[in-house]
């Protein structure tokens, strides 16, 4: 090293060029990175989906949920298996450690379920494995709606958007959510249709194989081959109506004479609305690796274009809109980063004069883009994680070239010449820097295991910092002496600059080594009492919400089936937000959930009984407020609650991560009737919990439903089987989707159904057997009763479940509050019948803690064997790490004093003070061990160190401070709470290292 340093100082141009082009290319970096909202984050779930057409719940669960669940059970990693069976469908997802490889997982979970697929009944569908759904996200919602515009109207309006938009190249896909989109209906004369030899089935078969295209070849000719086209038999409606079905003594029958062919739309369609009108939803999904903020203005650029060719009242409105939001968050999140910088370079500028000042700042820049460089080599998104990590790390850059350049001045001020000094501070500062540098980092690397989405969601921040440390470390060991030795002068007025502050300090250290013992237990006795005061008082939040005002509702109907009924609810609810001064716009869905536009907001399947409403808010339009998100979602909830009934309402705001309910319990058994009665009384047991609101299980109530109860004799003797049975029903009542009508450069699903309306024409419907060609009644095999069932069942790891949620509410802990739960349930519930397992807040807070916990643990080790390797010494590094629980004791005060909940982004800010606290006392005791060589007593050398290392002790700790000031004010609920503990830990600390290391060191030296 000592070799390139001289050459370097010698070449100073070689470094000059170096500083000049990475600053070019790490503007150029800059433009060119890509720009998005959140970090890419992987899937550990993959969703397995399988329609079985005319299954009962419990048949499904039955004969094709468990089936599939034992198969998915035997991949590695398993964290869980949820699992939902309805009539004609089953969902069954699987959850997979972040720790395995995916990619091998999924390959062999689509090798298990191809095995399972001959076990599956007949007439069921092939299962469908997605493993992207669950993460992939709408880069924004566009509503399309016009007030006096028909269906078909705004569905071409819609169709040409999509058109637009998809001309952009860095979208992936859209999706049309709410569309009255037409449909050829083919509905069959029951009556009619038991009066000949065809089925309904049949029916369906011929439909498929009229609209079949099969190439025909072609001819030779002797001026070439020619090739023969069969077109298409479907180009009309009457097309569809003329097909023969069936033959006769009066001759030929066709559809339209057993069947009603027309144009129609769905009566339980998802239906859209924004602000009360009619709408269409477009989803919009980005390429990954893209700017953002670009393709916002192409897209604005095609909303144009629609608008301009379209009648005067066609309405196109932002739902939500990432470009716009990538932008507001980039922009602030930019201004903090030039903030900080700022602070920084000003403080510098107070602590070491205007040259020396220069010369530190020159790090700043040149660390930052060559971060930007880095990033931009590595694919790393300026996103507001990664961002997070520049800010974090602004101050931090010039820590090693604050000590590099004292030491290069101090040298300056004995006599030695530029040069020679240069040389000579750095080669006394390179170890100890590069120890700092090296502990920081092993503290930040440990940040990596931290586990689940959490742990995913925030690897680029480490990532980020990690390198912007290291291009420090290699700027202040290789940059700054050149640049020292070019500028420098002796300038002995430095050596005062911060006399008095430092003459406190040697006063304080005075009186403590007068009562060395006192102040060791002293010191300790204020950290154990922190610590117990944080317990007691620091409210714990493991994730907060995210800083955007939106707001969703979520809407389960009582009168399951009626969406007529969901809608009129919806409508009033509508109605109310709208009362409300912060509400800006509403958008809702009624039937189904909006396709997913957060990475934590759900996604589910349509439902007649269901609605989802996004909220769009603005707190300054209510002055009773403040600035408090939550205060307003709990206003809309009691609202809500206190006005609404017959339907379970949850109003939410977007979760940053994990997202799910305060108070999860899980209620598992092999008897499902003990279950519903272990929840019902549970429910009763929440519900009488001051604190708790929105108590609700996921039990679907038993509904009245029809069961075919097929006489096996009685179907044999006529020829029929179960799926005879099972497979034209199903069609007639269900209806298929058989074919499709192409029409005017428009595609319509042509949907066969029947037109039975009531259980007598049901039982008098004709099932023909496949064996024997005859055509049988229904009532002649099979009885129609009326009977009670569930309308779903769900699993968790292959066992019945019902799931009993809660919410808390503000002010209260959810901690406190599932500790009181699983006492009553373990005092009252507990027994061999049912099995409890609980989620929630307390559980991923464990989850959480537990990881950070190990990453501490993790980092402790590792700077201790550093230390160790440096000091060659046992006891010394423990001296050292005594910084640590010192900076415990300022984290907790700082949370306390700010007003910020003990959250999984506070524990952030305590496990990378770790690496960072031990920096001062590194520098401390390097400086006593080398004044013990030159001679000085244990104690005068430690108050020596305090002397010598005081100056750029307190820079390194007020450049990190300030460098963090821009992110600790910009009101983040996930950033705030880690910059304020890392701030007001790192001032304690450095506070109390300069007094309480020194007096440890001369105690135990001794």
């Not at 990532?463 to 470390?473: E, G, P, T």
């Not at 005068?940 to 100056?951: D, G, I, L, N």
Request: with cysteine.
């Amino acid at each position: 090293m000592k070799k390139i340093i001289s050459f370097l100082l010698r070449e100073k141009y070689v470094v000059v060029a170096a500083f000049v082009l990475t600053i070019l290319f790490g503007i150029f970096s800059f433009y060119r990175m890509p720009r998005q909202e959140n970090p890419d984050i992987t899937s550990p779930s993959a969703l397995i989906t399988t329609v079985y057409p005319g299954a009962s719940a419990h048949d499904v669960e039955e004969l094709v949920t468990k089936k599939i669940e034992e198969e998915a059970s035997k991949i590695d990693g398993i964290e869980k298996i949820d699992s939902v069976s309805n009539d004609n469908f089953s969902a069954v997802i699987v959850t997979i450690s972040y720790s395995v490889d995916k990619e091998k997982q999924w390959s062999d979970l689509k090798e298990y379920i191809d095995n399972v697929k001959a076990e599956l009944p007949s007439g069921c569908y092939e299962p469908d494995i997605d493993t992207e759904s669950m993460v992939e996200t709408a880069g924004m919602l566009l509503s399309v709606s016009g007030e006096n515009l028909t269906s078909s109207q705004l569905d071409y309006y819609v169709k040409k958007l999509k058109q637009n938009l998809l001309s952009i190249e860095e979208i992936n896909k859209i999706i049309i959510a709410g569309n009255l989109e037409k449909k050829v209906f083919v509905e069959t004369n029951a009556m009619k249709l038991n009066n000949y030899s065809v089925s309904i089935e049949e029916i369906y078969n011929l439909l498929q194989a009229q609209n079949l295209r099969i190439p025909a070849g072609a001819i030779k000719t002797p001026g070439g081959k020619i090739n023969v086209n069969v077109p298409e038999s479907f180009e009309s409606l009457e097309d569809i109506e003329n097909i023969i079905v069936a033959a006769s003594a009066r001759g030929t029958v066709r559809l339209k004479d057993v069947a009603h062919v027309y144009f129609g739309e769905d009566d339980d369609a998802k239906e859209i609305y924004n602000n009360g009108k009619n709408a269409v939803v477009l989803a919009a999904y980005f390429k990954t690796k893209n700017n953002v903020v670009l393709i916002g203005d192409e897209i604005d650029a095609a909303i144009e274009n629609t608008k301009n060719d379209a009648a005067a009242d066609l309405n196109i409105d932002k739902i939500t809109f990432q470009p716009e939001d990538v932008k507001l968050a980039l922009d602030d999140f930019i201004l903090n980063l030039f903030e900080g910088i700022i602070f920084v370079i000003v403080i510098v500028l107070i602590g070491m004069g205007i040259r020396n000042a220069l010369i530190v700042s020159v790090s700043l820049p040149l660390t930052i883009f060559a971060s930007f460089v880095f990033m931009y080599l590595l694919k790393i998104d300026l996103q507001q994680i990664s961002i997070a990590g520049l800010i974090m790390a602004v101050g931090m850059v010039v820590d090693n070239s604050i000590v590099v350049t004292d030491a290069v001045q101090v040298r300056l001020n004995e006599g030695l010449p530029n040069d020679q000094a240069a040389l000579e501070g750095v080669m006394e500062s390179a170890v100890p820097v590069f120890t700092s540098t090296l502990t920081t980092v092993a503290a930040l690397a440990t940040l990596f295991v931290l586990p689940g989405e959490a742990g995913e969601f925030i690897k680029t921040m480490p990532v980020v910092i990690i390198a912007a440390l290291l291009f420090s470390y290699a700027v202040s060991i290789f940059v700054v002496p050149v640049f020292a030795a070019m500028f420098f002068r002796t300038n002995t007025r430095l050596d005062n600059y911060d006399s008095k502050t430092r003459q406190v300090f040697s006063n304080l250290l005075s009186a403590a080594f007068s009562r060395k013992k006192l102040t060791i237990v002293l010191v300790f006795g204020i950290f154990f009492l922190s610590v117990a005061a944080a317990v007691l008082v620091l409210p714990l939040e493991i994730f907060p919400y995210t800083d955007k005002d939106y707001l969703y509702v979520d809407v389960v109907n009582s009168r399951k089936g009626d969406i007529k009924s969901t809608h009129e609810l919806t409508k009033e609810i509508e109605a109310m937000l709208l009362e409300e001064p912060a509400t800006e716009s509403i958008s809702s869905c009624v039937g189904g959930y909006f396709p997913k536009y957060y990475l934590t907001s759900a996604i589910g399947s349509d439902s007649s009984d269901f609605s989802q409403l996004i909220v769009k808010f603005n707190l300054k339009n209510d002055k009773t407020l403040g600035k408090d998100r939550q205060e307003f979602m709990m206003r809309i909830q009691n609202k809500l609650n206190n006005n609404i009934t017959g339907a379970q309402i949850t109003a939410k705001l977007l979760a940053i991560t994990a997202p799910g309910s305060d108070i999860e319990i899980f209620i598992t058994g092999s008897e499902r009737s003990k279950l519903v009665e272990r929840a019902n009384m549970i429910k009763g047991e929440l519900m009488n919990i001051e604190g708790l609101y929105n108590v609700a299980s996921t039990y679907a109530s038993a509904r009245q439903e029809y069961s075919i109860n097929v006489d096996n004799t009685a179907a044999s003797m006529y020829g029929l089987t179960k799926y005879d049975i099972q497979r034209q029903v199903n069609i007639a009542l269900s209806g298929i989707n058989a074919s499709v009508l192409k029409l005017d450069d428009s595609e319509y699903d042509i949907i066969l159904k029947s037109d039975i309306a009531s259980i007598s024409e049901l039982e008098n419907f004709k099932i023909k057997s496949t064996a024997t060609g005859n055509k049988i009644m229904l009532k002649q095999a099979a009885d129609v009763a009326l009977n009670a069932a569930e309308p779903s069942s769900q699993r968790y790891n292959k066992s019945p479940v019902i799931k009993v949620t809660a919410e808390v509410s503000k002010g209260y802990s959810a901690q406190k509050i599932q500790n009181e739960i699983e006492k009553i349930i373990r005092e009252n519930y507990s027994g061999d019948d049912a099995s409890f397992e609980f989620g929630g807040e307390k559980q991923t807070l464990s989850k959480y803690l537990k990881g950070l916990g190990i990453a501490a643990a993790i980092s402790l080790a590792a700077i201790f064997v550093i230390l160790m390797i440096q000091f060659n010494s046992l006891v010394q590094p423990l001296i050292i790490m005594i910084s640590v629980p010192l900076s415990v004791i300022g984290s907790i005060l700082g949370l306390w004093i700010f007003g910020q909940p003990f959250s999984f982004t506070a524990g952030l800010g305590l496990l990378s003070l770790i690496g960072i606290v031990v920096n001062n006392a590194i520098l401390l005791i390097e400086y006593i061990n080398r004044a013990r060589h030159d001679g000085l007593s244990i104690e005068e050398a430690c108050k020596s160190s305090v002397r010598r290392r005081f100056r750029p002790i307190m820079l390194t700790t007020i450049t990190t401070v300030v460098g963090l000031v821009p992110l600790a004010l910009s009101a983040s609920s996930f950033f705030t709470p880690m910059a304020v503990a890392l701030m007001t830990g790192l001032m304690v600390s450095t506070l109390l290292t300069l007094i309480v290391v020194p007096t440890l060191y001369s105690m135990i030296e001794k």
